[in-house]
């Protein structure tokens, strides 16, 4: 049974978040599970972002896709997880790109807040919108944008829909990762402003999950169209 959000949030329609003919080209929804084959091919020498870039090509994809409520091992030898093994579930998807494309708000908001972590294995720089639709608050979060998204927003600034606001970052500004954007929905901040955790222990996925539901039914990717693991 649909919640009252998430039938709220399916009943309107959304700005693609990149360009379009990324978001609804051909995706290649990757598999970093702990059971996906790709860790048989790291393990033997392979670096799992040349893989990953390799089956993309392979492809012909336009997005890599990053899913949704999936655990994952390639947390724990960043800075940002040191003493944290625990939290391996991922709460938002990801959207591999290239640096330099532009991101764009997928409904009306304004910003709630924005920040720069530079530390290794985080979000880099990242911005959340404030939405509303039919009196249900909610915000959207982006990770490991470029710093210089960030020179031009404020506080409280109306972001309208489709209006670009950010840029997909370089390693060497977002946190260290490959270029993508981190999507994530999210209901209470819980009393932050410009970060909120993406990654989180399983044993708390049943509140986190709640939360943070499927960036999906906002992207509206289809996820079933092609997966490589």
Not at 222 to 227: A, F, G, I, R
């Given at each position: 049974m649909k919640s009252n959000?998430?039938?709220i949030i399916k009943r309107h329609q959304y700005h693609p978040v990149i360009p379009s003919e990324l978001q609804f080209g051909r995706p290649l929804i990757v598999d970093l599970s702990p059971q996906s084959d790709i860790w048989d091919k790291v393990r033997a020498g392979h670096n799992y972002?040349?893989?990953i870039k390799r089956q993309a090509a392979q492809l012909g994809a336009t997005v890599e896709v990053g899913r949704y409520a999936e655990e994952r091992l390639i947390y724990q030898d960043t800075a940002n997880f040191v003493g944290e093994?625990?939290?391996?579930?991922?709460?938002?998807?990801d959207l591999g790109i290239l640096a330099g494309h532009p991101v764009y708000a997928p409904v009306?908001?304004?910003?709630?807040?924005?920040?720069?972590?530079?530390?290794?294995?985080?979000?880099?720089?990242?911005?959340?919108?404030?939405?509303?639709?039919?009196?249900?608050?909610?915000?959207?979060?982006?990770?490991?944008?470029?710093?210089?998204s960030l020179d031009t927003l404020a506080a409280g600034q109306v972001i309208v829909q489709g209006e670009q606001f950010a840029t997909i970052g370089e390693p060497n500004e977002n946190g260290g990762w490959p270029p993508?954007?981190?999507f994530q929905i999210v209901r209470d901040m819980q009393g932050k402003t410009?970060?909120?955790t993406?990654?989180?222990?399983?044993?708390?996925?049943?509140?986190?999950?709640a939360n943070c539901p499927d960036p999906n039914w906002i992207l509206g990717i289809?996820?079933?169209?092609?997966?490589i693991n």
């Open positions: 959000f998430e039938a972002e040349l893989e093994e625990a939290r391996t579930l991922h709460i938002g998807i009306d908001g304004v910003v709630l807040g924005f920040g720069n972590d530079p530390t290794e294995g985080s979000y880099g720089p990242t911005v959340v919108l404030r939405h509303e639709l039919e009196g249900v608050v909610f915000h959207t979060l982006y990770g490991h944008l470029a710093a210089t993508h954007l981190h410009n970060d909120y993406g990654v989180v222990d399983p044993n708390d996925a049943q509140f986190y999950l289809d996820l079933e169209n092609t997966v």
